[in-house]
């Protein structure tokens, strides 16, 4: 693959189209969990995310990973493409798509813990009052009443399990995508995940002949755009930035999707999960924050990491 610098606009221009895009899933994952079980509706999703996927790779050739490469490539399929997607259809049963959004934006946060943990990152005290700030917001957004009147608290800790896998996934591809082309990388994943979540199959035909047309084509439209195209667009924009940059972009996930939700669903946050949501940010700002001495290392740690969903 080229490795000629691409212009300034074209990362900027990927990570645009992932913003919107991954925003756009919650509130379609919301608005189909009436239709659809999480098992199905991930199988469904993935399916037309490696078709579509498999012609745009297979035409640039034949991904040729090492067996390190596989290795990573099947944790990947199986936690961000398998693990994730289910866990993140059956949260959003139980939760709205702004609160979700927010509370996947813990993931920064874990990925500077799990740096720290197996990357010999040092364990800063901003890393301590982050995690102390985050956690307690998500603790306020567990406790905060949904528009329906209710507390689900087992909704919170899929969504905060999607966060959990999705940054362990996020150190793993940093390197795949150094070696490997975006497309292949992600077509690749993508097409593991949808393998562990074929056990779902027989739920997918049932469920798709009774869903109505309008389902069946939004089903089509998370696999098309937020898995196919917005993947890709993340992982170009991976190869070209750091992850710390890409980081500050996750703070615009949660506004957009709880406008979209506000526009397309009629639903919005609990009023209480706000305050939560801004707590966590400004606990995953802080834990960010590098001393002055390492700030030239940055380019170099996974500290941070964009919104899928």
């Known amino acids: 693959m080229s490795t000629t610098t691409p212009r ?19 509130v379609a994952i919301r608005h189909l969990g009436h239709d659809f079980s ?3 509706l991930s199988l469904g999703r993935l399916v037309v995310g490696s078709l579509c996927l498999g012609v745009v790779a297979l035409g640039r050739g034949v991904p040729r990973p090492s067996k390190g490469d596989w290795v990573s490539l099947v944790a990947i399929g199986i936690l961000w493409f398998g693990v994730y997607n289910v866990a993140l259809n059956e949260g959003e049963r139980r939760v709205d798509a702004g609160t979700a959004a927010m509370l996947i934006q813990v993931s920064p946060v874990l990925i500077a813990l799990l740096a720290a943990v197996f990357l010999g990152e040092r364990f800063t005290v901003h890393l301590g009052v982050g995690l102390a700030l985050a956690f307690s917001g ?6 905060s009443t949904s528009p329906g009147g209710d507390r689900d608290v087992l909704g919170v800790a899929l969504c905060l399990l999607s966060a959990a896998v999705y940054s362990v996934s996020l150190i793993l591809q940093k390197p795949l995508v150094g070696r490997l082309a975006a497309v292949h990388v992600t077509w690749l994943a993508c097409t593991i995940g949808a393998i562990v979540c074929l056990p779902f199959a027989g739920q997918l035909v049932s469920e798709a002949a009774d869903a109505p047309a309008a ?9 098309v755009f937020p898995t196919a195209i917005a993947f890709t667009t993340y992982a170009y924009a991976l190869r070209h930035m750091t992850a710390g940059n890409l980081g500050v972009t996750t703070y615009l996930v949660p506004p957009i999707t709880i406008v979209m939700g506000v526009v ?9 999960a706000y305050a939560g949501g801004a707590l966590a940010l400004v606990g995953v700002a802080v834990a960010r924050r590098k001393p002055r001495s390492a700030s030239k290392k940055v380019a170099a740690a996974p500290e941070a990491a964009m919104l899928k969903r």
């Open 138 to 143: 998500v603790a306020v957004i567990a406790l």
């Open 264 to 272: 397309f669903l009629s639903e919005a946050p609990p009023t209480m």
């Open 215 to 223: 389902s069946i084509w939004w089903l089509v439209y998370l696999g």
């Open 38 to 40: 999480p098992g199905a």
């Open 8 to 26: 300034a606009w074209l990362p900027v221009a990927a990570v645009s189209c992932t913003l919107v895009f991954w925003a756009s899933a919650f």
